[in-house]
């Protein structure tokens, strides 16, 4: 690799061989769809918790990626992953039973850009298979930043709607799939967005910088 600015550049690009992406019902009622691998009726997954249900959705997306590239959990060196909870248990409890070395990564509503791009420099460092991946629900979510579902708080019309799904994706040195050829980590800054309900106002600055 070789390091310009803020971006590093991949001599021999690592390739996304397999990826998944499972939602809760609202998210399947929405444009996208069709992009989803799987589309969850009942968000609780079966669960006593929401945060065990966010768990099992990612669960559920880590399998479909590996079973996607063809791999089985023992031919995976790191697992990257990180979701919206505290000490990332999310993440914690999905991975428990997958025996995978694992690091675990916090980066808010960027924890899949982070992951696939701390899990592409492994893969270049020479990791041969990585797995990346990230979760969130609606309903930890709430309980997480802002009140509890059952306190029965007011929404304000401007509150944001923190998606119910998982998201992952197995990087590998070789194969055939997505090319990752460069990666970019941006730097931390304070733009004073101080409501709590009003995500999207806190993210627009980024989607602007990202834009062409």
């Known amino acids: 690799m070789h390091i310009k600015g803020k971006t590093v550049f991949f001599d021999v690009p690592p390739i ?96 899949m850009a982070l992951s696939l791009s701390t899990g592409s420099m492994l893969v270049d460092g020479g990791a041969k298979c990585v797995v990346a991946g990230t979760s969130s629900h609606f309903c930890s979510s709430e309980r997480q930043f802002r009140f509890p579902l059952e306190y029965g708080g007011q929404r304000p019309p401007s509150a944001q709607w923190t998606v119910t799904g998982a998201g992952s994706a197995v990087i590998e040195q070789t194969g055939e799939g997505i090319k990752v050829k460069a990666v970019q980590i941006g730097t931390i800054t304070d733009l004073g967005i101080t409501d709590a309900n009003n995500m999207g106002a806190a993210m627009a600055p980024v989607d602007a910088i990202l834009r062409p």
């Not at 499972?22 to 989803?36: D, H, N």
């Not at 999310?90 to 980066?107: N, R, T, V």
């Open 16 to 111: 996304i061989t397999g990826h998944a992406g499972v939602v809760g019902k609202k998210e399947g009622e929405g444009p996208l769809a069709e992009e989803f691998d799987a589309i969850f009726e009942d968000t609780t997954m079966g669960q006593q918790s929401y945060e065990l249900a966010e768990s099992a959705m990612l669960h559920d997306a880590i399998i479909r990626a590996l079973s996607a590239a063809k791999k089985s959990p023992s031919e995976v060196d790191f697992v990257l992953s990180g979701d919206l909870l505290d000490q990332c248990m999310g993440s914690a409890f999905a991975l428990k039973d997958l025996e995978i070395p694992s690091i675990g990564l916090y980066g808010a509503c960027s924890t």
